[in-house]
């Protein structure tokens, strides 16, 4: 019999390459089929989100509001099964975020920004992959927006964690 040693490293290596890699090829794919979907949906026109915003045209709220549903149903069977991811093993978890401070003024300059920009964050790579150059521009403001964020935000911890303590004087 002939024995062919580079085929069975080549299968040690293929392997070896889903094992270690699963999860990045996992959501490759799954970041490639949801791209194409919101193309397919009319989420990465520019003029379906200007005309959603005038209130014209209500297929992308169609669309968000279908995706709202279907995410709903989804969270509430990953909870009642018990569902374990995929690339991990472990249970899905949902932890509630505490409610913050700022949450209702950030959303606020989010929703002009994509007003601004007629793009959410979520359609930007898909618009990218179109070849649609106008989306440099709005993933440049995610990115400076990001960065202040988190440059203002270790301000204000750094600031309270050096202020002096308050005396009270309820004498």
């Not at 200007?50 to 549903?69: H, K, N, P, R």
């Not at 989010?110 to 898909?126: H, K, Q, R, Y």
């Not at 990218?128 to 204000?156: D, H, N, P, W």
Request: positive net charge.
């Amino acid at each position: 019999m002939f024995e062919f040693p580079f085929l069975k490293n080549f299968k040690l290596i293929l392997i070896s390459f889903n094992f270690a890699y699963r999860t990045h090829v996992l959501a490759l794919l799954m970041g490639a089929l949801f791209g194409f979907l919101m193309s397919r949906a009319g989420a990465t026109t520019y003029d379906f989100h200007a005309q959603m915003f005038l209130f014209i045209d209500f297929q992308l709220m169609e669309v968000i509001g279908t995706a709202v549903i279907v995410a709903m149903i989804g969270v509430l069977l990953l909870k009642r099964f018990h569902v374990n991811a995929l690339s991990t093993g472990c249970e899905v978890d949902f932890v509630k975020k505490p409610y913050q401070a700022g949450l209702v003024t950030g959303a606020f300059i989010f929703g002009i920004g994509w007003a601004m920009t007629a793009s959410c964050p979520g359609t930007i790579p898909a618009m990218l992959g179109e070849g649609k150059m106008g989306a440099v521009f709005a993933l440049i403001g995610i990115v400076g927006g990001t960065m202040a964020y988190g440059v203002l935000q270790s301000f204000v911890t750094h600031t309270k964690q050096s202020a002096p303590p308050s005396k009270d004087n309820n004498c």
